[in-house]
């Protein structure tokens, strides 16, 4: 079946050093979003991609989404304290089935 | 506006007893999902709902977990009877539209401890 991978599954950086998380898809998406997760809390939706090659930025994140739209990543530029917390995508399929894939998440601890 | 909502924020039960969750979405939206995460995993759906259609229900262990939202709005995810392995968070989310582009928004989410 369809799957999403995520990587990496953790990562900890220096507050002020860059990250990045990645999401592949085996198959093509019709469009992906990526929510974050504060520990012991609950997702909340950050962004959605559609169109093949698409890059958005909120501030210091940048999204993009591959050329054949089976791959996004997430970077964000000079961490913060705040930025702690999963990041999920999740990709939805571009075939009738509308269902909402999800990876498994990347964790990212921030050294103040 | 009011975010989605969810009843009881925590719950404790020994294992073979029923528990039920209650969720009330967003006012307005008609797409309504009931998703399990488990800890450091993602969110795994459970069912969803357009309006008072169950329209994906594949991943509900049918045998054990039941689901309602008999007038379109508010729902109700039932496990009976419950099994150690059910502890998990149980988070309801809800949407507008149903073209498949919509957010989901999210409620706090139960926190299901069976012993």
């Known amino acids: 079946g369809q799957q999403v991978m995520q990587i990496p599954q953790y990562q900890h950086v220096q507050e002020g050093e860059d990250f990045t998380t990645y999401c592949n898809s085996s198959?093509?998406?019709?469009?992906i979003q990526w929510y974050k997760q504060r520990p012991g809390g609950h997702p909340v939706f950050l962004i959605q991609?559609?169109?093949s090659g698409e890059v958005k930025k909120q501030k210091r994140l940048t999204f993009q989404f591959g050329e054949a739209k089976k791959n996004s990543s997430l970077h964000i530029t000079a961490t913060q304290t705040t930025d702690v917390g999963t990041y999920f995508c999740?990709?939805?399929?571009?075939?009738?089935?509308?269902?909402?894939?999800w990876g498994l998440g990347t964790s990212l601890a921030v050294n103040p | 506006e009011a975010g989605v909502v969810q009843s009881p924020r925590y719950k404790i039960i020994e294992k073979k007893q029923p528990v039920a969750f209650w969720c009330n979405p967003i006012?307005?939206?008609?797409?309504l999902y009931w998703y399990l995460q488990n800890l450091g995993q993602g969110p795994e759906l459970l069912i969803r709902?357009?309006?008072?259609?169950?329209?994906?229900d594949s991943q509900l262990p049918k045998d054990r977990f039941s689901a309602e939202r008999l007038k379109g709005v508010d729902s109700t995810l039932k496990i009976q009877p419950a099994e150690l392995g059910d502890s998990a968070v149980y988070l309801c989310?809800?949407?507008?539209?149903?073209?498949?582009?919509?957010?989901?928004?999210f409620g706090p989410g139960t926190r299901l401890l069976v012993l």
């Open positions: 989310a809800s949407s507008l539209g149903t073209s498949g582009q919509e957010t989901q928004y």
């Open positions: 006012s307005g939206h008609n797409t």
């Open positions: 709902y357009e309006n008072e259609e169950a329209v994906d």
């Open positions: 198959t093509t998406l019709s469009n």
């Open positions: 991609l559609v169109k």
């Open positions: 999740a990709g939805r399929n571009a075939g009738n089935n509308r269902k909402l894939i």
